[in-house]
């Protein structure tokens, strides 16, 4: 059974994005880059780095992830960081022309202890270093959004990762409903939403199809579209799923775009493993923003030097 829930319309049905997902590839794209010229500024990318403020040991099993202590990965565990190095962090960000600063930390939800009222603190130097303050942090309640918005924070990330049905096989330890609560949360506290998923995660086409469905019939649309390729991380249960086709990468982004007008489509998760000529055929389609830095949470990135000569090369101007 669909959930049934207040922020989820059904403007979208399955087969409207069905049609669009499995047109021939070069209409689709070349529909998706139309829409996008009428909605985005153009040859202009959005700059976001991530920090991980608090990394590992958590309770919850997503297959993907290398933070989950369920699995033996070999990555760095650490409780929440020091306002003075997150800021610091924050400061190399926006030197090297990042306009949104997005903090995670592995926990299942937010807890209401010393921690929430440090990385209320934390929000508010960030947002007086005037960028965009993004966190993710787990579930949240209603009360603890509205707290993070009266910080200053802009944006909320929260992926619905698959589809309803697929979600099951890769995280048991919540439920799709728990995670279109908190994105309720969020939005009621009028706080800019940020939600995506994962490609790759071993699911079909119709999973991807059902996962943009969804996103695109939020009420409001998602802000930002983060579009995450799997990350194989030694010691997940994934770490052996084969690398999935590019162009169902591009297909994702298209689809999203066109369903998804005004959101930022972000190019997230996996670009190290992307020829720069996939990451420029992503931004024909319409992802136009990146996480830079060489890290994401706990995996590699493209360095900013790298990001910076691809810029150059496609005349792309960071936004
Ligand atoms: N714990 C919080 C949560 O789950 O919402 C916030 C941090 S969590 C790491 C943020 C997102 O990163 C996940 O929802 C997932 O979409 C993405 N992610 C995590 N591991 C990944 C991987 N190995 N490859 C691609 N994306 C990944
Ligand atoms: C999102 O959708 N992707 C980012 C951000 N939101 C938090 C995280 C990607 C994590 C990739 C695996 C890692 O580095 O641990
Ligand atoms: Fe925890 Fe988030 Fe990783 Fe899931 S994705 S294990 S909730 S840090």
């Known amino acids: 059974m669909p959930v049934k829930i207040k922020n989820l319309k059904n403007l979208y049905p399955y087969d409207d994005v069905a049609e669009i997902y499995d047109l021939p590839f070069l209409e689709l794209v070349f529909r998706a880059h139309s829409i996008h010229r009428l909605n985005q500024p153009l040859n202009k990318i959005q700059l976001c780095t991530l920090s991980n403020i608090k990394s590992g040991n958590c309770p919850e099993d997503c297959k993907y992830c290398p933070q989950s202590s369920r699995y033996n990965t070999e990555i760095e565990k650490y409780k929440l960081l020091h306002k003075d190095e997150v800021l610091k962090q924050a400061l190399h960000a926006k030197e090297n022309g990042a306009t949104r600063f997005c903090m995670g930390a592995a926990w299942r939800d937010v807890p209401d202890n010393k921690d929430f009222d440090d990385i209320l603190n934390i929000v508010s130097n960030v947002a007086a270093l005037k960028m965009e303050v993004c966190c993710t942090l787990g579930m949240l309640t209603y ?93 997940t249960p994934l770490e052996g799923q084969k690398p999935i086709d590019s162009f169902e990468i591009v297909r994702s982004i298209s689809t999203a775009r066109i369903f998804i007008p005004k959101a930022k489509v972000r190019l997230s998760a996996g670009r190290l493993e992307m020829s720069e000529e996939l990451q420029a055929l992503c931004f024909l389609a319409g992802a136009n923003s990146i996480f830079t830095g060489e890290k994401l949470l706990t995996t590699d990135n493209p360095s900013f030097s790298k990001d910076k000569e691809l810029f150059q090369k496609l005349k792309l101007d960071a936004m």
């Open 143 to 235: 009360e603890q959004a509205i707290r993070l918005k009266d910080a200053g924070l802009t944006a909320y990330n929260h992926n619905l990762d698959t589809s309803e049905e697929y979600y099951k096989e890769i995280i048991t330890t919540r439920t799709y409903k728990d995670r279109l609560e908190t994105i309720q949360n969020v939005s009621d506290a009028g706080i800019q939403v940020c939600c995506g998923g994962i490609v790759g995660l071993g699911e079909d086409r119709k999973d991807r199809i059902e996962l943009i469905k969804t996103l695109a019939n939020l009420s409001p649309q998602p802000e930002s579209v983060p579009i995450n390729a799997l990350v194989t991380v030694k010691g």
